[in-house]
């Protein structure tokens, strides 16, 4: 399958500081990307859609001037969590779409911990 | 207070044995759905999807059934091993806009 890869695997940061997560397809090029976010024990939960060349849409709740998302080439989009705070800590995960027919593969998810 | 926070249910099989794997949807409009498998600390793996103009589709090992009328979605897995514990999601699709939704995961867990 493609693959997608995520960094850093695992950051921790001191609150009121941004932390900036970047997700890459390295072997193909994605018009779309995802940003999820994953509590403990708890399912991946949407939180933004990122086209490349275009602002991100983002699900309802979720602040757009808090996760800012740039989606500047066809295989990098990033994910900037500015003032974190410790509510911010959790398993950040991206996926990229092949543009065959939804199929979309994930990054191996970034470890967000805010101290 | 005390703050409770959701548990992702539990299935317990023996080594060897088949496992099922189930899953409730809830768009009637979806028509594209996968089975990911998520080992601890890492992103959802594709097992395998499914169209909804099918009813079965069948991979290495694993099958995925869909049933339309009920929305119902189950992931068989033969002679599971213990690399299959893992957390199971399902995940559906409109067709729309390609966003995916998860459904709440299941913990597979293989005893030897």
């Known amino acids: 399958g493609a693959v997608v890869s995520q960094h850093p695997s695992w950051v921790i940061c001191k609150s009121g500081t941004s932390v900036k997560i970047e997700c890459r397809s390295l072997?193909?090029?994605?018009?779309?990307m995802f940003w999820y976010r994953q509590f403990p024990k708890q399912s991946l939960m949407l939180m933004a859609t990122?086209?490349?060349?275009?602002?991100?849409?983002?699900e309802q709740g979720v602040e757009k001037d808090k996760f800012l998302i740039n989606h500047a080439s066809l295989t990098l989009s990033t994910l900037t969590v500015t003032s974190a705070h410790p509510e911010d800590s959790s398993f950040y995960i991206c996926?990229?779409?092949?543009?065959?027919?939804?199929?979309?593969?994930f990054g191996q998810g970034t470890r967000l911990t805010v101290v | 207070g005390e703050s409770v926070g959701l548990h992702l249910p539990t299935l317990s099989v023996q080594e060897g044995d088949n496992s099922i794997i189930n899953c409730a949807y809830s768009?009637?409009?979806?028509?594209?759905f996968i089975w990911y498998k998520q080992e601890s600390g890492k992103g959802p793996q594709f097992i395998i999807d499914?169209?909804?103009?099918?009813d079965k589709r069948q991979g290495q090992r694993v099958t995925v059934l869909l049933n339309k009328t009920v929305k119902h979605l189950s992931l068989q897995i033969a002679a599971t091993q213990p690399g299959d514990s893992a957390v199971y999601f399902c995940?559906?699709?409109?067709?729309?806009?390609?966003?995916?939704?998860f459904g709440k995961g299941i913990t597979l867990s293989v005893r030897p």
């Open positions: 996926s990229a779409e092949t543009g065959r027919a939804s199929e979309a593969f």
């Open positions: 072997d193909f090029q994605a018009t779309t």
């Open positions: 990122s086209n490349e060349g275009s602002k991100a849409t983002y």
């Open positions: 768009n009637s409009a979806s028509d594209y």
């Open positions: 499914i169209r909804s103009n099918m």
């Open positions: 995940a559906e699709n409109t067709g729309a806009n390609s966003k995916l939704t």
